[in-house]
């Protein structure tokens, strides 16, 4: 029978103690060091006590950075749904900036609930992240007192808090234009032909779908069109598929084109317009908002509105972490970008 292995006895981690000593300096000279305090030390005493901090594999306590800085190494990014690619390139953003600034990322997932989103901001301000960044959409009455308690708590100990989307008082705010891409998307659908539309939005309420149907309609009237209904669900596939089948069910009209307030949603509105043997794009139109890389990778090619979100993600966290950071310095170009799922109607 084969031995039975005894388990390795682990390896004491080594100390910021065992650090000091290996380069010879004091130990508050190697937490200044490596614990990132405000305070000077010589170029010679920081070369020393990093080499020997590499040479030992000594890693840094982050309970004692944020007790010398106040604030630890991390960033704390909270996203709507970790499988959606809208929030994939916010956080692929964010990372590149935090790694450019030797910070962590961490992400937490609020499946746009507030009281959830309420309880992470709560647990993490025992941590002192640095920045967090909200990046889900919420509804306006999520801002509820103790909501914002818990916002300014945090901030408190000296996070500094972005949000994406709507201005918030005593918060970083980087906004998108969603009302404006939307306006630009619905005119230019019309200039394309169409006539009549049926948008698949969020429940009412949500700041960024609200933007999104207003923009769109108010775009879409003014070349001529006229939406024709608003169904309202999530901001999910499943919730595009669901509301797109109960439009087709109540009858939609060869020539429609089918707003998605999202590609996520779109893509959603696709497959049930499929399922019920329509054509999209010939006999029924679809466009999507944001243009996620799937995009072009459907057939036909979903027609979106162009939003950066790896460089807003970028941005977001500069606003995280910069001193003299400006709200008026960071506007981002939204583009229609028309495909072959709404290809030009002919009178």
Request: aromatic share 4%; proline share 4%; hydrophobic share 45%.
């Amino acid at each position: 029978m084969p031995e039975t292995m005894a388990p390795r006895p682990a390896t004491p981690a080594p100390t910021l103690n065992d650090v000091a000593e290996a380069a010879g300096v004091s130990l508050a000279t190697a937490s200044r060091v490596l614990n990132g305090s405000a305070r000077k030390v010589a170029e010679s005493y920081r070369v020393r006590v990093a080499d020997a901090a590499a040479r030992l594999g000594y890693t840094a306590n982050l309970s004692a950075q944020a007790t010398a800085r106040g604030t630890s190494g991390i960033i704390a990014l909270l996203v709507g749904d970790i499988a959606d690619p809208y929030f994939g390139q916010i956080a692929a953003g964010v990372a590149r900036g935090a790694d450019e600034q030797g910070l962590v990322v961490t992400i937490a997932v609020t499946e746009r609930d507030a009281a959830r989103e309420q309880r992470i901001i709560h647990a993490l301000r025992g941590q002192r992240p640095r920045g967090m960044i909200l990046a889900a959409s919420r509804a306006e009455e999520s801002q509820r007192p103790e909501w914002r308690a818990e916002l300014d708590a945090i901030a408190g100990v000296g996070t500094q808090v972005v949000m994406l989307g709507p201005q918030a008082e005593g918060v970083r705010v980087v906004t998108i234009d969603n009302r404006g891409g939307a306006r630009a998307l619905g005119a230019a659908l019309a200039a394309h032909g169409y006539r009549s539309a049926v948008i698949l939005a969020a429940a009412e309420g949500v700041r960024t779908s609200d933007d999104r149907v207003a923009g769109f309609t108010e775009g879409f009237a003014a070349a001529g069109g006229s939406v024709e209904r608003v169904l309202r669900g999530e901001l999910s596939r499943e919730s595009g598929e669901r509301l797109a089948a109960d439009a087709l069910a109540d009858g939609v009209a060869a020539g429609t084109v089918v707003f998605g307030i999202s590609d996520v949603i779109a893509i959603g509105a696709m497959a049930a317009i499929r399922a019920a043997g329509r054509v999209i794009g010939t006999d029924i139109a679809v466009t999507g908002f944001d243009d996620i890389p799937t995009c072009t990778d459907l057939t036909p090619p979903l027609s979106s509105v162009r939003v950066p979100l790896e460089q807003i993600g970028y941005q977001t966290l500069r606003a995280a972490t910069a001193d003299d950071w400006d709200p008026d310095d960071t506007t981002f170009d939204l583009d229609v970008v028309l495909r072959d799922s709404t290809p030009a109607r002919t009178s």
